[in-house]
């Protein structure tokens, strides 16, 4: 039998606030077994940009990445914030390590090939180390993944947070029992965005598609869920979408999508 293993990822708006933060990192900890942690950090990284200058692009809610673009998400990603997840989460009992891509070669990607738009440095991935990872879990290490991953040449690329734990559930998942909970400020996915307490507790592909048809799920939930039914359809076991409650396993609501 498969041991288990939880991947969460965290959203931006939970690092921004300091109490959210606390509380997530304080749930996060108390999980039992095998867990991995995957954070992104973009607002942190505009407000840092605006400071010095360097405005943020956009696109489709995409951020273009120029070099000093992601001279500022190597700061903020891989030294900020993920220092500041690693620090607390020790504080917390839990013997967590901060990685990028490029660390133990665990994330290879390429930069994504221009089509109407040039992304600039942002990387989709080819590769995960699962070995890596696995001898990591191994030694008790909890490794805490930024959204960089790097192409093998010296080359940092700036990849979503959200696509990352994706391919690390999927990856992970010829080893273990693999859980993936994307953590963010909302309930779930909500039936009327208006609606806080609308959550759709059960999504499977034939309601995902009535949904979108629908324009139920638009704008930031079309890629997470994208990514959601992406893993799914590549073994990891079970996907959930929710509020930082839904880590500690009591009776909240929550979504959770199955095949």
């Known amino acids: 039998m ?3 293993l939880s991947i969460v990822k965290i959203g931006g708006n939970l690092i ?12 996060f900890s108390k999980m039992d077994g095998n867990k991995i942690l995957v954070h992104g950090g973009g607002k942190k990284a505009t407000e840092l940009g605006n400071k010095l200058g360097i405005e943020s692009q956009m696109v489709n809610g995409r951020r273009i990445t120029d070099p000093e673009t992601l001279d ?3 700061m903020v990603y891989g030294g900020l914030v993920s220092k500041k997840i690693v620090a607390k989460l020790q504080a917390l009992g839990t013997d967590a390590i901060g ?8 994330i290879q990607a390429h930069k994504r090939p221009i089509k109407k738009v040039d992304f600039g440095l942002v990387g989709d991935v080819d590769k995960v180390n699962a070995y890596a990872i696995f001898k990591l879990l191994q030694a008790g290490f909890t490794p805490i993944f930024c959204a960089l991953t790097h192409d093998g ?4 690329l700036n990849t979503n947070a959200d696509t990352i734990a994706a391919e690390l559930a999927i990856a992970m998942s010829d080893q273990f029992e ?12 909500l039936q009327d965005v208006e609606d806080e307490n609308s959550v759709i507790k059960q999504i499977d592909s034939k309601t995902y598609d009535e949904l979108l048809a629908y324009g139920i799920i638009a704008d930031g939930m079309l890629p997470k869920l994208h990514n959601c039914f992406y893993a799914l359809r590549n073994h990891v076991s079970k996907v959930c979408v929710g509020n930082s409650e839904m880590l500690d396993q009591s009776n909240v609501e929550y979504t959770t999508l199955t095949l």
């Not at 921004?16 to 749930?27: P, R, T």
């Not at 040449?153 to 940092?156: E, I």
């Not at 693999?178 to 996915?189: A, D, N, P, Q, R």
Request: aromatic share 10%; glycine share 14%.
């Open 2 to 4: 498969k041991q288990k």
């Open 16 to 27: 921004e606030d300091a109490q959210g933060f606390e509380h997530v990192l304080g749930l």
């Open 72 to 74: 500022i998400a190597v």
């Open 99 to 106: 990685m990028s891509g490029a660390d133990g070669n665990t």
């Open 153 to 156: 040449r010296g080359q940092l």
């Open 178 to 189: 693999t859980t993936l909970y994307y953590c963010f400020e909302k309930k779930g996915v």
